[in-house]
């Protein structure tokens, strides 16, 4: 019922920066919670970052003062600003969002979405 499309992962240096994006679609009523995991292998699945509706937001504590959350609620869509990237910030990053959606039957019901994921590949 909704669908989260990632984009914005690739390959870069050191230091550098890259921006990924998640739209999300449907019939959505309204997104509360908007962030994005990441999965590097041989390692547990790790919260990056969140921003909810009201614009309170929470970092994992590796990546704050270098990664960025924002949000555009008119277009349901999130953003993940990251710049000073390091090799161990390579990983498939997720987005996930939660909030209410208007089902097929008509009734407002609340959604749990996960995006497909994308890769960040931080070396030189």
């Known amino acids: 019922q909704v669908q989260l499309v990632e984009s914005g992962g690739g390959l870069v240096q050191p230091g550098g920066s890259l921006r990924l994006s998640c739209a999300a679609s449907?019939?959505?009523?309204?997104?509360?919670?908007m962030g994005w995991y990441r999965q590097a292998p041989g390692k547990q699945h790790e919260l990056v970052a969140v921003?909810?509706?009201?614009?309170?937001?929470n970092y994992a504590d590796s990546v704050k003062g270098r990664f960025t959350i924002s949000r555009d609620n008119a277009k349901n869509t999130a953003y993940l600003q990251m710049n000073s990237l390091m090799p161990e910030d390579t990983a498939v990053y997720y987005c996930?969002?939660?909030?209410?959606?208007?089902?097929?039957?008509?009734?407002?019901?609340?959604?749990?979405?996960w995006g497909q994921g994308t890769q960040v590949t931080v070396s030189s």
């Open positions: 996930h969002a939660q909030g209410v959606v208007v089902s097929t039957d008509g009734r407002a019901r609340s959604f749990d979405a």
């Open positions: 449907g019939r959505i009523v309204g997104i509360n919670d």
């Open positions: 921003r909810t509706s009201s614009s309170r937001t």
